[in-house]
């Protein structure tokens, strides 16, 4: 399936902007314990709900709902006019969403000679098989990560990723990409969006933070990568993704809602100029000319 020049898939995307719960709490590294308090969720809920075009909340299985608290988490997300976009399971995870968000970052190795690369694999595959078999109604998005916490993950870059998920057999399971995990992972974000398009419509989700390609630092959107989200945002409108783009930070010393809020800003700034400026870029893409497409980036940025 490619991503081609149709109108209807080029038109202006609505943007859905949400945020990961627990990126409001406290933040600790093998460091420091704890940069900040520890609010509790409804408390952290009430603080998403005022960061500005916010209307969709990650919620993280066990931390922020579990089966005491569901019904008032519901509640309160209703109240406050936010919709649960995914859950993400720490060990289980309440059917009520509409997809889960699995990141399996215990699933790799740190030594050679220590893995059964085909077999681990195999056991990858079979569990969210089954997953997916037994809940066909529920998405399953996997969201992959070059390293950390191991050293080599199995769902490390988007084309092993999108393997795993067409080896399923099942249609309900899909990608993530974190834009902070690719970048580390060494890639170019559109050219993977454009992988997942032609894999079968199986980019699933989003999640946007930033960081100097070295470690997962999940920083402000667009403090470094400024140019890849114009391009990002792009082919996320030319292949037709009309998902949620959630923030995925970790504010250590920042204000978390502040921080939350600017990556926000920038992607909005950023869709911006994409909107002014769709028949150029259009035009760049296809000519194929650094040099216009810089004396163009140069001329936007000023």
Same mark, same amino acid.
């Given at each position: 399936?490619?991503?081609?020049?149709?109108?209807?898939?080029? =038109?202006?995307?609505?943007?859905?902007?949400?945020?990961?719960?627990? &990126?409001?709490?406290?933040?600790?590294?093998?460091?420091? $314990?704890?940069?900040?308090?520890?609010?509790?969720?409804?408390?952290?809920? =009430?603080?998403? #709900?005022?960061?500005?075009?916010?209307?969709?909340?990650?919620? %993280?299985?066990?931390?922020?709902?579990?089966?005491?608290? %569901? @019904?008032?988490? =519901?509640?309160?997300?209703?109240? *406050?006019? *936010?919709?649960?976009?995914?859950?993400?399971?720490?060990?289980?995870?309440?059917?009520?969403?509409?997809?889960?968000?699995?990141?399996?970052?215990?699933?790799?190795?740190?030594?050679?000679?220590?893995?059964?690369?085909?077999?681990?694999?195999?056991?990858?595959? #079979? +569990?969210? +098989?089954?997953?997916?078999?037994?809940?066909?109604?529920?998405?399953?998005?996997?969201?992959?990560?070059?390293?950390?916490? @191991?050293?080599?993950?199995?769902? #490390?870059?988007?084309?092993?990723? !999108? *393997?795993?998920?067409?080896?399923?057999?099942?249609?309900?399971?899909?990608?993530?990409?974190?834009?902070?995990?690719?970048?580390?992972?060494?890639?170019? %974000?559109?050219?993977?969006?454009?992988?997942?398009?032609?894999?079968?419509? =199986?980019?699933?989700?989003?999640?946007?933070?930033? &960081?100097?390609?070295?470690?997962?630092?999940?920083?402000?959107?667009?403090?470094?990568?400024?140019?890849?989200?114009?391009?990002? !945002? /792009?082919?996320?409108? @030319?292949?037709? /993704?009309?998902?949620? !783009? $959630?923030?995925?930070?970790?504010?250590?010393?920042?204000?978390?809602?502040?921080?939350?809020?600017? $990556?926000?800003?920038?992607?909005?700034?950023?869709?911006?100029?994409?909107?002014?400026?769709?028949?150029?870029?259009?035009? *760049?893409?296809?000519? &194929?000319?650094?040099?216009?497409?810089? $004396?163009?980036? @140069?001329?936007?940025?000023?």
């Amino acid at each position: 399936m490619e991503c081609g020049d149709d109108r209807q898939t080029r =038109k202006k995307m609505k943007r859905k902007y949400s945020v990961i719960l627990g &990126n409001l709490g406290n933040t600790r590294d093998r460091f420091c $314990s704890g940069y900040k308090d520890n609010p509790d969720s409804f408390t952290m809920l =009430k603080r998403a #709900a005022k960061i500005p075009h916010v209307t969709g909340i990650e919620l %993280v299985g066990t931390w922020d709902i579990r089966p005491d608290n %569901v @019904r008032e988490m =519901k509640k309160l997300l209703s109240e *406050l006019g *936010l919709e649960c976009v995914s859950i993400i399971p720490d060990l289980f995870a309440d059917k009520r969403c509409p997809m889960l968000n699995i990141w399996p970052g215990q699933d790799g190795y740190d030594y050679l000679l220590c893995a059964d690369y085909e077999r681990e694999r195999t056991w990858l595959c #079979a +569990a969210i +098989a089954k997953l997916a078999r037994e809940f066909p109604r529920l998405r399953f998005s996997l969201e992959y990560k070059p390293k950390e916490p @191991r050293t080599h993950s199995y769902l #490390a870059r988007m084309a092993d990723t !999108l *393997l795993l998920a067409q080896e399923t057999g099942r249609p309900n399971v899909g990608v993530t990409i974190d834009t902070g995990h690719a970048f580390v992972g060494g890639e170019n %974000v559109g050219e993977a969006i454009v992988l997942a398009k032609r894999a079968g419509q =199986k980019l699933f989700h989003m999640h946007f933070n930033d &960081n100097h390609a070295m470690w997962d630092d999940d920083m402000i959107v667009g403090t470094v990568h400024s140019v890849c989200y114009i391009e990002m !945002l /792009y082919w996320l409108d @030319r292949c037709g /993704y009309t998902g949620w !783009l $959630s923030m995925d930070q970790y504010p250590y010393r920042e204000e978390a809602t502040d921080a939350i809020g600017e $990556s926000i800003l920038w992607l909005r700034q950023f869709d911006r100029i994409l909107q002014k400026h769709r028949k150029e870029i259009d035009s *760049l893409v296809t000519g &194929n000319d650094a040099v216009a497409t810089s $004396s163009f980036l @140069r001329q936007i940025l000023v």
